[in-house]
């Protein structure tokens, strides 16, 4: 079975832009979350989506957003970037009912 | 607040021995705890989860769990070089769908 994938793999943007990361889960996994990496946060819980409706939310500005489609795939934004928004950005599935996460590879965003 | 707390490391160990990563969170209520480890520039790894107190192993490694400390650890027998990574210790601290907490990590450095 496919593990989660997630696209792009490296970005390169600049402070102002927007960016889209997207994240393909775990073949019958319906819920996907979203984290954000960094070295002195560590591992730092952005949003949840289950049935295309976030079910769960961490503490991060309104310029983090995602959606989630009908086939389980996710998509998350982030918009006017900042330099402190350079981070590791990891999806992870896991199956309705069972709280066991796989992640993705990762999408290494620099904000310049 | 609910948290999760490791040590740092580095944790040095001589290869052949026996490592011990710990982690304390602070509601001793907690449903769900997971080990994860994370090699350098790559996404964090599922080693294993573990509901209830007491030991669970799989291969080298073993989980132990005392939800009266509120403490989980991981073992790891026989420690190998590429054993060495960080590791994550993640805990759900409700039952259900909602989001995972995880500690910031223990670098394992296994000494050939």
């Known amino acids: 079975k496919a593990g989660v994938t997630q696209t792009p793999r490296y970005l390169i943007k600049t402070r102002g832009q927007q960016v889209t990361l997207s994240c393909s889960p775990i073949?019958?996994?319906?819920?996907v979350s979203w984290y954000q990496q960094t070295p002195g946060q560590g591992l730092q819980f952005l949003f949840e989506?289950?049935?295309?409706?976030?079910?769960n939310k961490g503490n991060f500005p309104g310029r983090f957003s995602g959606r989630q489609f009908s086939n389980s795939r996710s998509e998350m934004n982030v918009s006017t970037l900042e330099l402190g928004d350079s981070a590791l950005y990891l999806c992870?599935?896991?199956?309705?009912?069972?709280?066991?996460?796989?992640f993705g590879p990762g999408t290494r965003l620099t904000v310049l | 607040q609910k948290e999760v707390e490791q040590n740092s490391g580095p944790l040095s160990v001589p290869e052949g021995a026996i490592a011990s990563l710990n982690c304390t969170y602070s509601d001793r209520g907690s449903q769900s705890f997971f080990w994860y480890r994370q090699y350098s520039g790559k996404s964090p790894e599922l080693i294993m989860s573990?509901?209830?107190?007491g030991d669970k192993e799989d291969g080298r490694f073993t989980a132990q769990l005392n939800k009266a400390s509120q403490y989980v650890s991981l073992l790891i027998r026989d420690s190998q070089p590429s054993d060495s990574a960080t590791y994550l210790c993640?805990?759900?601290?409700?039952?259900?769908?909602?989001?995972?907490?995880f500690g910031k990590g223990t670098r394992l450095s296994v000494i050939a």
């Open positions: 992870a599935s896991n199956r309705e009912g069972r709280d066991t996460q796989y």
């Open positions: 073949s019958g996994h319906r819920s």
């Open positions: 989506y289950f049935s295309e409706t976030q079910r």
């Open positions: 993640a805990v759900n601290f409700y039952s259900g769908n909602t989001p995972l907490v």
């Open positions: 573990i509901y209830s107190n």
